[in-house]
């Protein structure tokens, strides 16, 4: 059974900067695509960023170019998600997801991925 396990998070101020990592265990392909997503209060799931882990493009969604940056550590299956220059418009819960299934949707599509994390809070305030 896969399991992605997150950590980082917190509170911090506008301009500040967070860390998040998200680690994926039992997983049988040695290459697959990981991304993060964020839900707002009474928004719907958004696709932030993704990687593949065995290298190659990133993506992002326009709401976060230029403020943040994916990396993977390909050998521990673990991705991070450094967000600088945090607006309080980036507060939500964040969520890593694994599986990546492109007949399903695109790489910043939330029906597209199988794996989820349980979320970790990222709080901006002004």
């Known amino acids: 059974q896969v399991q992605l396990v997150q950590s980082g998070g917190g509170s911090v101020q506008a301009g500040g900067s967070l860390r998040l990592s998200c680690g994926a265990s039992a997983y049988t392909s040695r290459y697959f695509y990981m991304a993060w997503f964020r839900q707002a209060p009474g928004k719907e799931r958004e696709g932030v960023a993704a990687v593949y882990t065995g290298g190659g493009s990133s993506y992002y969604a326009d709401s976060v170019k230029g403020r943040f940056t994916i990396s993977r550590d390909t050998a521990k299956n673990t991705v991070f998600l450094q967000m600088d220059s945090l607006k309080p418009e980036d507060t939500a819960m964040y969520y890593c997801?694994?599986?990546?299934?492109?007949?399903?949707?695109?790489?910043?599509?939330?029906?597209?991925?199988?794996?989820w994390g349980l979320g970790t809070q990222v709080t901006v305030s002004s």
């Open positions: 997801a694994a599986g990546w299934n492109g007949y399903a949707g695109h790489r910043l599509a939330s029906q597209a991925y199988k794996y």
